[in-house]
């Protein structure tokens, strides 16, 4: 059991280390490098080719405003279904997703200024908390009529934005630490270390599958081994 959770943090931070060092500053990049870790690679792409910038930031200013007047649709049309519905259960509904929108609004009216202050966590926070409103929302229509398709459509599209937000913001706050020589090299050295163990990790993965596991356990050691040379650099 401790084996396949090692495996699978190898995995995650081999990949994400790998890719913010290898490609996060790249412009050519950005795309093939955010998109991939979000909910909806094609509807991400589809954004960020659309915002006119590769800078990250920049992105990241773009897709919070994206979604800050997706969130002020969505209320708009809660209180308007709200308004115009006869069944008390749907009012209500209604009703309790427009309070849902109106704290997605505000939160992500808060991730904006946490975004001009570079506080990429707390960008991360609110965005998060945007998220789960909007999923609340969503919950209480888990059975649609045909008036609040739309409400649903929405609600998903904005939670399409929100994780390129996040992909956004966690690029950002980790490119911006690394601004010493010294450690940029160490941490370029890392990522060639868990581009190795990552290599490791999927042959594990298909010896494991042929059930041959005296070659998982030699290939799971050689990660390990490359995750101690990381840590090395850094004692």
């Known amino acids: 059991m401790a084996n396949n959770s090692r495996l699978i ?6 990949v994400l280390l790998f890719t913010i060092i290898s490609n996060a500053t790249s412009s050519n990049n950005v ?3 955010i998109c991939p870790k979000t909910s909806n690679l094609p509807f991400c792409s589809s954004v960020l080719k659309s915002a006119g910038t590769t800078d990250l930031k920049g992105l990241a200013i773009y897709t919070l405003n994206l979604a800050h007047t997706n969130a002020r649709k969505s209320l708009t049309l809660a209180n308007s279904l709200a308004k115009s519905t006869t ?3 749907l009012k209500q509904r209604y009703f309790s997703c427009a309070e849902n929108y109106d704290e997605a609004v505000g939160d992500i009216e808060n991730a904006q200024k946490n975004l001009a202050l570079g506080d990429f966590n707390a960008v991360n926070i609110v965005t998060s908390g945007a ?3 909007i999923n609340d929302c969503q919950d209480k229509l888990a059975q ?12 998903k599209t904005i939670n399409d934005i929100c994780n390129i937000i996040l992909s956004l913001t966690l690029l950002n706050s980790l490119v911006k630490t690394i ?3 010294q450690l940029k090299q160490c941490y370029s050295s890392c990522a060639e270390s868990y581009d190795e163990a990552v290599g490791d990790t999927e042959n594990a993965q298909k010896d ?3 059930g041959d596991f005296n070659a998982v356990n030699i290939v799971t050691s050689g990660a390990m081994t490359e995750i101690d040379d990381c840590h090395d650099k850094f004692t």
Request: charged share 10%; glycine share 6%; proline share 9%.
């Open 144 to 155: 649609p009529s045909k008036n609040t398709l739309l409400l649903l459509k929405n609600g």
């Open 179 to 181: 601004t010493n020589p």
């Open 131 to 133: 998220m789960t409103e």
């Open 9 to 14: 943090i190898v995995s995650l931070i081999g």
């Open 208 to 210: 494991l599958a042929l």
């Open 31 to 33: 795309v093939s490098t």
């Open 87 to 89: 069944n008390p259960q």
